[in-house]
């Protein structure tokens, strides 16, 4: 054994270059697999954090069971549990103003009698909380006396950025700094002013003492939460009580659907990274088919060759792997600090540093050394089948389609077959596993193609370089050796057909959910509550403003939900409460099965519901079954007569049933969500006018125009589908690092024949010229290959989509295809620069010398 590890190390330091590149394919692969997951859970972190924030909504809310305020030690006792990511303490005490307080004025009374004093730590309160200035600034560490307000309270009390506020306090009147102005509250409620900690506790004369402890876990799983929180209560004892997030709420729901997608690009960066580390060593060990059968010649034995392999890969695993793994730990640092300032522009969280686990190291070194020594072990058990003599004859000028059409190709094309069938099926399950099988028939019958294809793009070059007749010498080389230029092809097949399947995904969810949009939200106003879609956490008005606005001169339809919360199959669901004439003639619902007339008109005759496709897909009903809901007095049932969504609820597990029977089964009659239109001809300006003087005793709505709100969320389709496109240009990007390596190393392997070219005549330029038409040809093989399996990809993943309840138009992706095919190309050219050049480069004599 120590011999064969001294002939591995031997060979590997005796071509270091060929060493060298071989490696680096093996640190990219690793880099690939560990920087993307590094830095994902630290995005699905963010958006957990930000999700809860947006609705002031942390995983556990801890108080006192007295009700009063306890020291602040015991917020590190909180820190220290195990799954606990995010903790904040704060001290919180409202604070009464007498009469008149602020303007003097007994005509006039007050809108504010009292204000809710809030103490926090700026940096741990932020990770919890949205933090949205509008003016100036946040507080900073430094601060003293300073505060932060709403709009809606500097405008109430006459103040503004930089002035002072005046409150009464344990230690007196007592003036604070304004240093930022938030978004006006729409919560009931009393106004808020935030200062720092210390102040807090020094104004309300309790120092050292915090009354809440918010805290955010690591986890969406029901029983690993469920310990958490008992680890928590056994740190803090029974004078404790925890406000625990339940993991059936809207909010987690939300969360588990986000964390999915991006779950999504964890494996294909997997995927990209084993294969390029597959493709690449396999490479390499197809070129040594002639030193193998030397081995073979001298006496080793077919064992010995084996052994031989597998340590060679160890070695190169070992030390690719580590450096692939430092390397995407940087990687993932440096894009972390790259996006946070965006990050915390827009969502307004911090992101943390790349998270690295035992799990992710082991998993990442396993990939780079088991994949490596698994790539290699393949061909060198075939290569050591042949016998010596066939080893070291030379390859045949020509290869035949006959000897390449064997068991590979033919098993391929059983693949592809398969997969066609599972395409026609429409069945999602059958065309996810159709798409592996598409993908892996279109590599196995690869080898078999190059030879046709060559020739056909080959006579394309030829009339590009008819001068130098080197398009013919690339077209030979190729067909030579057509198992090698197919290894290098699939490199390109799979980075393209990623990124064919996220152009059809991205094109037909934006076109769906942009037709979902404007279909839904089609209203000339609305009157938003603070969270939307997210209803259970709002608070809305009564029936009484629903008539004020209806009475309003020129105002046509008034259209509003009402929500109640309940179960179908231990699903939770969301309810929402709907007039149906009043609701079509403002928005409307998608329908994926039945008919929306007939089922509109039953929900106003009994217990009839429509069920949105992602509860139909969670719970497992369909149109026509009776359904059991949990309501406050007990069990009732229901008959599903639609399955249909809209733009706002889509992504949660929502049922819509009349307001009738959501008030009868379920007490509900606050409206939370309004949608207006104006008759022809009406005033539009009056008629908003009017609905602001409706709304000034609910300042949980804000009133927005309907063709402003379609363009916000459009605004925010693009910025999203630019982010996921950049994700997905990274996850190709490897196949043009691929090439250049398989292309570099191809090179080296024809040192003697370039030599030999070079020796008979052929200039740098030529010889330049021969290894870009090789490129290319290489590249317009992977890019046909990659666009079919891209095809058939973005099929199965719109597919997919309404096998989980999200039913989306599948929309052919032309300017995708148009791009990618450009983008194949291009990379083909791009990659045969770095190879042409040390072709043209080499040195006559030394490259006949070569062995």
């Not at 009056?686 to 402003?708: N, R, T």
Request: aromatic fraction near 6%; charge should be neutral.
């Amino acid at each position: 054994m120590n011999m064969l590890f001294t002939l591995a190390a031997r060979y590997l330091a005796g071509r270091k270059l060929r060493t060298f590149l071989t490696t680096l394919a093996i640190v990219f692969g690793v880099l690939v697999i560990f920087g993307m997951n590094t830095f994902l859970p630290a995005f699905v972190q963010t958006f957990t954090a930000n999700a809860m924030a947006a609705v002031g909504q942390a995983d556990a809310t801890i108080t006192n069971v007295s009700g009063e305020a306890f020291p602040a030690e015991m917020l590190g006792k909180v820190q220290t549990v195990s799954g606990v990511t995010n903790v904040a303490g704060t001290l919180e005490r409202p604070v009464g103003v007498p009469a008149d307080f602020f303007d003097h004025d007994s005509a006039a009374p007050d809108r504010i009698t009292a204000v809710t004093l809030v103490g926090i730590d700026p940096a741990a309160y932020h990770t919890l909380n949205a933090i949205n200035i509008i003016e100036g600034r946040y507080l900073e560490a430094a601060d003293q006396g300073a505060a932060v307000i709403t709009e809606s309270l500097a405008d109430a009390v006459s103040v503004k950025l930089g002035d002072s506020l005046r409150l009464p306090t344990a230690t007196g009147l007592t003036d604070l700094t304004v240093v930022g102005l938030l978004p006006q509250r729409l919560m009931p409620g009393n106004e808020e002013v935030l200062v720092m900690l210390a102040d807090a506790q020094t104004l309300l004369n309790m120092p050292g003492k915090i009354n809440v402890i918010d805290a955010n876990f690591d986890s969406l799983d029901e029983a690993r939460r469920a310990e958490i929180e008992a680890d928590i209560r056994a740190a803090l004892g029974s004078s404790y009580t925890i406000g625990v997030l339940q993991s059936g709420s809207e909010l987690l729901t939300n969360v588990k659907t986000a964390q999915m997608i991006m779950s999504l690009f964890g494996v294909l960066a997997l995927a990209m990274g084993g294969f390029i580390i597959f493709n690449t060593f396999r490479t390499i060990i197809a070129e040594r088919r002639r030193d193998i059968g030397m081995l073979r010649a001298i006496g080793a034995s077919r064992r010995t060759i084996t052994w031989l392999i597998l340590i060679e890969g160890l070695l190169q695993g070992l030390l690719g792997s580590a450096v692939g793994i430092l390397l995407g730990y940087l990687f993932g640092l440096v894009v972390l600090k790259l996006i946070t300032p965006m990050i915390q522009q827009f969502l307004n969280v911090k992101i943390g540093n790349p998270g690295v686990t035992l799990g992710l190291l082991v998993g990442s070194v396993a990939i780079g050394v088991g994949v490596t020594v698994l790539a290699g072990l393949i061909p060198a058990r075939a290569a050591s089948r042949v016998t010596p003599l066939e080893a070291l004859r030379p390859t045949l000028g020509v290869v035949s389609f006959k000897k390449l059409a064997g068991v590979g190709f033919w098993s391929g094309l059983v693949m592809i077959v398969i997969a066609v069938a599972a395409l026609l099926s429409d069945n999602a399950g059958l065309i996810g596993l159709g798409a592996l099988l598409f993908t892996l028939g279109l590599i196995l019958v690869a080898p078999s193609l190059v030879m046709p294809i060559s020739r056909l793009f080959g006579g394309l070059l030829a009339l590009i370089f008819a001068r130098q007749g080197t398009a013919q010498l690339a077209e030979g080389n190729l067909s030579r050796q057509p198992t090698r230029a197919a290894i290098t092809a699939s490199t390109t097949l799979i980075a393209l057909a990623v990124l064919v399947m996220a152009a059809t995904v991205l094109s037909s969810i934006s076109l769906t959910f942009t037709n979902m949009l404007e279909k839904s939200l089609a209203g000339d106003f609305l009157m938003t509550p603070p969270s939307l879609s997210v209803w259970g956490v709002n608070t809305g008005a009564s029936p009484r403003l629903a008539e004020e606005l209806r009475a309003i001169d020129g105002m046509e339809v008034v259209s509003t939900l009402r929500y109640a919360g309940t179960q179908i199959n231990g699903v939770a669901v969301g309810l929402l409460g709907i007039v149906p004439q009043d609701y079509t003639q403002t928005s409307g619902l998608t329908f994926i099965d039945g008919d929306p007339q007939t089922a509109y008109q039953a929900m106003a005759q009994g217990r009839n519901m429509i069920v949105n496709g992602l509860l139909g897909s969670t719970a497992g009903v369909k149109l026509g079954d009776t359904v059991t809901l949990l309501t406050p007095t007990g069990e009732v049932q229901y008959k599903i007569v639609g399955i249909a969504s809209d733009y706002l609820n889509a992504k949660t597990t929502t049922a819509y049933l009349s307001q009738a029977n959501i008030a009868a089964d379920f007490g509900r009659t606050e409206d939370v969500f309004y949608q207006m239109n104006v008759k022809d001809g009406a005033d539009k300006d009056a008629v908003k006018a009017a609905i602001h003087q409706a709304i000034k005793q609910y300042p949980q709505f804000k009133l927005i125009a309907g063709s402003d709100y379609l363009e916000q969320n459009r605004s925010l389709f693009d910025s999203i589908f630019l982010a996921f496109y950049a994700m997905m240009i990274f996850l190709a990007v490897p196949s043009l690092i691929a090439m250049v390596n398989t292309l570099a190393i191809g090179v080296i392997e024809r040192t003697r024949e370039i030599g030999t070219l070079r020796a008979v005549g052929a200039t740098r330029r030529q010889v330049r010229t021969v290894i870009l038409a090789e490129a290319l040809i290489l590249a317009a093989i992977g890019t046909g290959l990659g666009l079919l399996a891209g095809l058939y990809m973005g099929r199965m993943a719109v597919s997919a989509f309404a096998a989980v309840g999200f039913p989306v138009d599948y929309i052919f992706p032309l300017s995708g295809v148009i791009a990618t095919a450009a983008a194949g190309l291009l990379f083909g050219a791009l990659a045969a620069i770095l190879p042409a050049r040390q072709a043209a480069g080499m040195n006559v004599v030394e490259a006949l010398r070569f062995e």
